[in-house]
């Protein structure tokens, strides 16, 4: 009876349509196709915006710089490095647009890469790290001038370096107004490079009027750091010195104190209009106190090695009383 009921249940139950043939096959190609589609879209999305081909394109031209220009740093560091940069962009790949960012890292890389001071020390190197991760990821963060802003910077740099060497000039009226000049007109050309660039954070932001008149205000506070500068640079020579001067315009005493006194008005815009992350920070105070224990260290050694160098001078003079000493004994004997 079971089995009768069980027959009859599979004889209601309707049998299974039959596949066409070679439908199988073609579910695989339209899913072939849709996911070729899907992935040749995707492709062309990220090389539109500047994707991984100009990413690897950046890297390969700020490893070029490095080499051209080589830190002493070890292999090991130097991948760090360019890690570090390679992490700063890619945490910002929906930043728009992506691609002038890129272009504008590649552009200012090599003239910040051959301006920094490189040493062998591990923690000067942390410093730079820091910084380049600082000024890359404000560079994919920040926005950025357009050609107006681009215009009024180039106007406050020059109306800016124009007080500075009017002021110079005034301080120091026996320095040659073509030197001056001749060293304002270089560092406003290495300013408008960077507005061009603005790899540099402080080329990306306009200041204010107020901004503007303290830092004129600043510079006049520096007149006595000037003093010392031009000190160090041979101020107050004779005129037989003066006339033994170098002929060249960058080896000149008047062309180094307005470089010199120039690079201390761009501080002054630094901390004016920017405050630092604090992993920069952080590595800034490690590497001062770093620093601070060489010297320190180099300060032991020295006196160790003076203490020894006195240890040493009076063993030879008591060797050579104990060797007299001997001598005349020996001869006082029959």
């Given at each position: 009876?079971?089995?009768?009921?069980?027959?009859?249940?599979?004889?209601?139950?309707?049998?299974?349509?039959?596949?066409?043939?070679?439908?199988?096959?073609?579910?695989?190609?339209?899913?072939?196709?849709?996911s070729t589609l899907r992935i040749s879209t995707a492709a062309g999305a990220v090389e539109s915006s500047?994707?991984?081909s100009a990413?690897?394109?950046?890297?390969?031209?700020?490893?070029?710089s490095m080499a051209q220009s080589p830190a002493p740093w070890p292999q090991a560091w130097q991948e760090e490095y360019v890690h570090t940069i390679c992490q700063a962009v890619t945490g910002h790949q929906d930043a728009s647009p992506y691609a002038v960012r890129l272009q504008i890292l590649r552009d200012g890389f090599g003239p910040y890469w051959d301006g920094l001071r490189k040493s062998g020390h591990r923690s000067l190197f942390e410093v730079h790290q820091a910084e380049i991760r600082w000024y890359v990821e404000s560079l994919m963060s920040a926005e950025?001038?357009?050609?107006?802003?681009?215009?009024?910077?180039?106007?406050?740099?020059r109306n800016l370096l124009e007080h500075a060497a009017g002021a110079l000039i005034t301080q120091f009226p026996f320095l040659d107004p073509n030197r001056v000049q001749a060293a304002k007109a270089e560092h406003l050309a290495e300013c408008y490079r960077h507005i061009e660039a603005p790899l540099l954070p402080v080329f990306q932001h306009l200041f204010?009027?107020?901004?503007?008149?303290?830092?004129?205000?600043?510079w006049h506070n520096l007149r006595y750091a000037r003093v010392d500068l031009w000190r160090q640079l041979g101020g107050g020579a004779t005129s037989a010195a003066k006339e033994m001067e170098a002929p060249s315009g960058a080896a000149h005493s008047d062309y180094l104190l307005t470089q010199r006194s120039l690079d201390?008005?761009?501080?002054q815009i630094w901390s004016l209009i920017l405050a630092p992350p604090h992993y920069y920070r952080e590595a800034v105070?490690?590497?001062?106190?770093?620093?601070?224990?060489?010297?320190?260290?180099q300060a032991e050694a020295r006196d160790q090695e003076m203490r020894l160098g006195v240890a040493v001078w009076q063993t030879e003079y008591l060797s050579f009383l104990l060797t007299a000493l001997l001598e005349t004994a020996q001869e006082q004997e029959p």
């Open positions: 009876m079971m089995a009768r009921r069980t027959k009859v249940f599979q004889r209601r139950d309707p049998a299974p349509r039959a596949r066409p043939a070679g439908f199988a096959l073609i579910e695989l190609l339209a899913f072939v196709a849709i500047g994707g991984p990413l690897e394109g950046t890297l390969a031209a700020i490893r070029a950025l001038p357009g050609d107006e802003e681009r215009q009024k910077l180039r106007e406050q740099y204010s009027e107020q901004q503007a008149d303290q830092l004129k205000e600043r201390q008005l761009r501080g105070a490690k590497q001062m106190a770093a620093q601070k224990q060489r010297m320190q260290s």
